[in-house]
């Protein structure tokens, strides 16, 4: 399980052109049962993803293909969780 967090960075001013690309980048991870979160960081830092079902390796390829990303309006960091604990609704992340 990992979590993405793309915090704006230099190109922040661009990102109003290039939202719909983000949002179908979006999207396609929900799509693809990789996304299982996607939100917005506060005060308007930039926003964070929750993924599973994906290798490290993957989900930085993908991470790079987000428009965002590609231009520079966000930097990402990728952090890899282990989880060993969970309330039931969550359980399915222990698998």
């Not at 230099?10 to 929900?30: C, P, R, S, T």
């Not at 830092?45 to 989900?59: E, Q, R």
């Amino acid at each position: 399980m990992f979590i993405v967090l793309l915090k704006f960075s230099k190109n922040k001013d661009q990102a109003n052109q290039l939202m719909e690309g983000h949002k179908k980048w979006i999207k396609q991870g929900f799509d693809e049962n990789i996304f299982l979160l996607a939100g917005s960081l506060q005060p308007q830092m930039g926003g964070a993803v929750l993924a599973h079902n994906t290798s490290l390796s993957d989900l930085q390829q993908r991470v790079n293909e987000d428009p965002f990303v590609a231009k520079e309006v966000v930097s990402a960091e990728i952090i890899e969780i282990s989880p060993s604990k969970t309330n039931e609704q969550l359980k399915f992340l222990l698998s």
